[in-house]
């Protein structure tokens, strides 16, 4: 589902940031949306910017990590 958003990118990161978002996708304005096709009229901006990642580790000559 689409969605027109009528406000500066300062609101809408602030309100993306407030509901915990991962970030925002936009189509540049000035571009003709183009079904099954990539092109550069598409935007990705993160707000979250960590990762989250599991160690491990692992010891020779035992049953389990």
Same mark, same amino acid.
């Given at each position: 589902?689409?969605?027109? $958003?009528?406000?500066?990118?300062?609101? $809408?990161?602030?309100?993306? =940031? =407030?509901?915990?978002?991962?970030?925002?996708?936009?189509?540049?304005?000035? /571009?003709?949306?183009?079904?099954?096709? =990539?092109?550069?009229?598409?935007?990705?901006?993160?707000?979250?910017? =960590?990762?989250? /990642?599991?160690?491990?580790?692992?010891?020779?000559?035992?049953? /389990? $990590?």
């Amino acid at each position: 589902m689409a969605l027109v $958003l009528d406000a500066d990118a300062a609101t $809408l990161l602030r309100e993306i =940031r =407030r509901r915990g978002l991962e970030g925002l996708v936009a189509k540049r304005n000035d /571009f003709i949306y183009e079904a099954g096709k =990539r092109s550069g009229s598409w935007m990705k901006y993160r707000v979250n910017q =960590r990762d989250e /990642f599991v160690i491990g580790g692992y010891l020779p000559g035992r049953n /389990f $990590l």
